[in-house]
């Protein structure tokens, strides 16, 4: 008899946080069980030298949104690989965060300084944070 009340309250409990999720930030969405809806894709990388010893780098792309929730982007790791195979991994806020509607793809860009020196050879980028898209921008 005890088991079943163990389930029963169980039960109740993930029910309720299902039908009614924390919402105090206005997200009504937990971005980490919908990461794999958002890919990043068509990462493209122009450097340019800024003097004798920086660079600057201009990244571009598209994030598709797969699943049935908007999300707004707001922080996208990137993984820049130069000749010598070494990656430059940052992770990147948004200045201007954007929303990205179910089923549909939005552009992107970023412009960041790196030490790298060697030429680049492959971009990768990925969202690592973003908030439901219905929401209020934080």
Known sequence: MCVCG??????????????????????????????????????????????????????SGFVTNKGRIPWRIQDIELSITNSQGTPDVVHASMENSFVVQPHTEHAFALHRWTSMTNVVVAAEARVENAQDGNALEK
Do not use: M
């Open 6 to 59: 163990v389930i029963a309250i169980g039960s109740f409990v993930f029910i309720c946080a299902w039908t009614w999720p924390n919402d105090r930030d206005g997200s009504r969405y937990d971005f980490a069980w919908h990461r794999r809806d958002l890919e990043a894709k068509n990462v493209k990388i122009t450097v340019r030298p800024q003097g004798t010893n920086e660079y600057y780098y201009d990244v």
